[in-house]
């Protein structure tokens, strides 16, 4: 005699036993044989995909990295006990994080979750592959389910901050005792994630003007012939 699942659920996880008698009331002869078989249910593996922001591009040294990591489930399953995606992100043999969201019960769509992994600012040393594993797996252990987990890497690359363009326009007349003015505008890379330091120096090297940002003026007003330089 045959046993058949058409569509195998967690909750038909367990042990199977198989009992065969035989009897004969005339003599008063029974005899019994049994057999087990344990049914461990695997876990369907969890579709997984990797993507990083920005997408493409040079990574420089101060920027940052954004990598999302997003799970799809079957949209068939249907399990008895509490489910859980249990995200982890590490590199080089060294877990960098790790986070866990509760499954849906008995989801009718295909729901997906997701865990994100931000790196700020990057330096050189993060040039490395990250991998994000996707594990779905009971809540609490359970003994004839078994859990399934996929595992994606991305590789990044930083490269060494290029230093900032600089341009200088003036305005005004450069004549003693007129008003004159020096713009100092500060281009960076993409994505810095700090500000730079602008100064205005004289020729001695004495600081004028600083500021934290992209653009400094210095006025002159007057201007004086102590001022040439």
Known sequence: RSMAFTSIN???????????????????????????????????????????????????VGTQVTFTC???L??????????????????????????TITVKNNPS???????????????????????????????SPVQYIRTSAVELSESITVEALPPP????????????????????SVSVVDGLVVTPLVKWLNSSGSVQQSIVGLSLNLTFSPLKTSDAG
């Open 10 to 60: 967690t909750s038909d996880a367990g042990v199977y036993q198989c009992n065969a008698v035989i009897s004969i009331p005339e003599i008063s002869v029974t005899v019994s044989s049994s057999d087990s078989h344990d049914l461990i249910v695997q876990l369907p593996e969890p579709a997984v995909a990797i993507t990083r922001e920005p997408a493409s591009g040079a990574l420089y």
């Open 70 to 72: 997003t799970s799809e």
């Open 74 to 99: 079957m949209e068939y399953l249907s399990a008895n006990v509490p489910l859980k995606i249990e995200f982890t992100w590490s590199r080089v043999d060294k877990n960098i994080s790790r986070n």
């Open 109 to 139: 769509d295909r729901p997906s979750y997701t865990s994100t992994l931000n790196i700020s600012p990057l330096s050189v040393e993060d040039s490395a592959d990250y991998v994000c594993q996707a594990k779905l797996t009971p809540v």
């Open 165 to 184: 363009s600089i341009t200088i326009t003036s305005e005004g007349s450069s004549i003693a005792g007129h008003s004159y003015a020096l713009s100092c």
